[in-house]
């Protein structure tokens, strides 16, 4: 018999499958606990404010629209400068855009939007607007939930990004 200590094959503790196990579970109940605190309302039939921000999100993103759409009206030419650009307010307005409600009324047409006469103007016109939405929803993104900030926080770069590319030939 060797004078030292073999290692035993039974380990003290819990085995590798009670650990993982237990750790599923955890996981699970913490999913269906984050799950459960994410309601439409405050609790007296209002929105709540992750709903508020989508909305106010969702709006301004319809309003940049606004801007594309007029600017291409009265400038034609710029339309394959722009396109994409607009394709991608479009695509954030639809991420911010929060679940329809069936009673939800639209609000009235928005005022018309002027549009500079130069096409360097017009440019410099909606990379103005890009750069104050982009400001406004880096300011918005400290209040809002995890998630939600994350999607703020892609669509302001994504309209710096614009911004830069709306003006780059002044450089």
Do not use: I
Not at 6 to 29: D, E, F, I, N, V
Not at 66 to 74: F, K, P
Not at 157 to 168: K, V
């Amino acid at each position: 018999m060797p004078s030292y200590l073999t290692p035993s094959w039974t380990r003290p503790g819990p085995r590798r499958r009670s650990l993982l196990t237990g750790a599923a579970a955890a996981a699970g109940t913490t999913l269906l606990a984050g799950c459960s605190g994410a309601g439409g309302s405050d609790g007296d039939g209002r929105p709540s404010a992750d709903d508020r921000l989508r909305t106010r999100a969702a709006r301004d993103s319809a309003g940049l629209l606004r801007q594309y759409d007029a600017v291409l009206a009265a400038h034609a030419p710029l339309a394959a400068r722009l396109r994409p650009l607009r394709a991608e307010v479009v695509r954030h307005e639809k991420a911010f855009a929060p679940a329809p409600e069936p009673s939800a009324s639209r609000s009235p047409s928005p005022a018309p939007v002027s549009v500079p006469d130069g096409e360097k103007d017009a440019l410099r016109f909606l990379a103005a607007a890009e750069r104050e939405l982009a400001d406004r929803r880096d300011k918005q993104l400290l209040d809002a939930p995890a998630e939600l900030a994350r999607l703020l926080a892609s669509v302001a770069a994504a309209g710096a990004a614009h911004a830069y590319l709306l003006t780059e030939d002044e450089r």
